[in-house]
Every structure is written in C-alpha cells, then in structure tokens.
C-alpha cells in the first residue's frame, strides 16, 4: 500500500509528546493516589498497558460464558413462529425455508408457521382456564424475576474483574433481556390476567438488587436463578411451552457463572464468613418458603406437588452456594433439615393424614434434556 507522506513539524510534535507523558503522570498519579485514600481515582478498573481489564484475560471463563453463550444463541422469531419477533438472519430465515422445502406433506403441517392465531388456539385446546391461569401465574413470577435479573446482571458488570468475566456478564446481560420480552409475549398470549410480582418474591428480588458487590451474584444466580431453572424444567415438556428448554439452557449456564468466578477470584475470607453477610444471605432465601405456599394452588392445579419443586430447587440452592463460598450462618446440611421440617410442619397442619416426607430429596425437573443439563450443573445433588 502506498501512502502519500504529509510535512509536520518535528519540535511541535516532540513538544505535544513532553506534554502528554507530563500530564499523563499527574493526572494518573493523582488518580492513583485519590484511588488508595477510597476517594475516588480512576472509574474504569480498565488496565490500558495490559490491554486487559483488572484481573486479567480470564479465557477460561470467556469460553465457557461468552463462546458458549454465542454458540448456543437462539432467536426468538425461529421458536416462536407466532410471535412479533424479527430477530433471525436472513441466513437463518433461508435455512428455515430449505428446512421446509425439504419436508414431506405430513411433517410440514407439523413443523408450518403457526399464527398468533393458531398458538391462541393451540393454548385453548390444551388447558382450561383455571389451568391458564395457574401457568400465568408461575411464568409471570419468573418474568418478573427476568426483569430483575437483567438489571442485577447489568450491575454486576463493573463488579467483576477480568476480560473473560466481563464478557461472561455481558452475555448473561443480554439473554436476560431476551428472556423479558419473550417471555412477556408469550404469558400474554394465554389472555389472561397477569398478576403483580407477590410480595415475597418483591423482597427476594429487591434484596438482591440492593445486595453488595459478589453476594447479588449469590441472591440472583444461585438462588432466583434456580428458582427459574427449577420453574422451566417443570414446564418445558407442556405443550406450547417447549420454548422453555432454551431458557432453561440458558439459566443453567447463568447457575454456573458465580462458581467458575469464584474458582479465579475467590470471595475473601471476610466476605465469606462475616456474620452480617451470612445472615443477609438467609434473609435473601427464606421468603421462598412462604413464596412456595402461596403458589400451592397454582402449582396444585397442574399436578405438581409444592414442595416437591421447594426441596428440589432448595438442594440445588444449598449446592451451588456451597460450591461458590457463600457461606450461611449454619451449614448447608442442617439448614437442609430446617427447611424439610418446615415443609413437613406446614404440611401436617394444612393436610389431613400427612406422613413425613423427604422433599429435600425431590427432583421436579422432568424432561430427558433438561434432567440431562441439570446433571452437568448440579452432578451428584441432582
Ligand atoms: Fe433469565
Ligand atoms: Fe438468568
């Protein structure tokens, strides 16, 4: 390539350069010494020399997050024929068309675009009202959950360190966006009245927000998160719903995130064990037992037993926080046995002839890919 050389002047740009590297070492210099006093300093925790964010490239954690988040990518338009979603490609669209051409008659009316129309239908056909609103009922919680963790993701961004972990939080960013809207479509497509979030779910949630630094990965990926995984694996093989597996696949890989983070920057010894932490972590799970009986009718309308679908999500709970170093103020074990007694006790007073059960043992996830996702997450405690 040839360029044609432009005339600048040699003292000018010597003297441009002095200046530069003379302020840079003021204003850097001040900023690092504003930094050490807790005063502020510089915002980015961005190390330009590196070419690298705090923490370094993390590349582990890039492949398991980011490349996988890619690799799996899935659009909405694709799942959901019926909804107003135009997010394929036009690769993807013609890929879909080829698919179609090279059907037989009778898997085409299988596998033809469904209307918003026709879905309407398909939900009428498959499940009475009651039955309608009880699925509301339990995809709305989880959409409102949806909305909360895409703020508490976006928060998290600047809380991590390193390249690979940025990157892992940006994916989980923008799935959890995805999740919001498409699940919004499709709860408004059973037409039926979406209820406001419940209060003990409003205290989960908030309080996740408003939790400090790594412990908002403890309120949303280990627990709303497993709440959510939980939720999906329990409908994803209902018809209409089979959508869900992808967010299923999706939130599997978000349960994974404080696990993988923790393993290169583990939590200090002081955020693990400080008392008012653990303490705040309790008061962060325990609304989910009075969450849990009060979605008792709805999860009883579709044939699920509640606390079933509490044990299993409070295992894998107790796993996932076991694993990431988020400490609770007794161990997982006897806090296992504290919420099996409330299961048990509450089930005594509510129903005639209970015979003590163990629920913490339950599995409510159904589906022969999610039971299989769930087995990488969780190993042996699924
Ligand atoms: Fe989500
Ligand atoms: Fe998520």
Redesign the pocket.
Known sequence: MHFQKLPYNERAARANRVVEDATNRAVRGVDKVLGQMHLGGRAAEYDDEHYEFLGGPSDSMRRKHYDRSLHLLWKAEQMLPWSTFHDATDDERALMEMAEKAMRDDEKVQRDRITSAEFRALLNREYTPDQKRAIVAILSAIGHGEAY?WLVSASMLPEVKSTGAKAAVTM?VM??AK?FVVLRELVQAFEVEVPRLQVWEYLILESSLKARGLDRFFGMNVLI?TI?LSIFGLLADKPGLEVLRLFHL??SR?TALPYNYTKEFPLTRWDRRNPVRRLRRLQMVLPALPFVMRMEPELCELGIEPFDFAGSVMRKVMTLADRAGFDLPTSSASLARFFNEVFNGYCRATRDGHVWKDFMRAETTNGVETSAVEREIFGAAS
């Open positions: 963790a989980q799935e959890e999740h998160e959510a999706d939130e978000h």
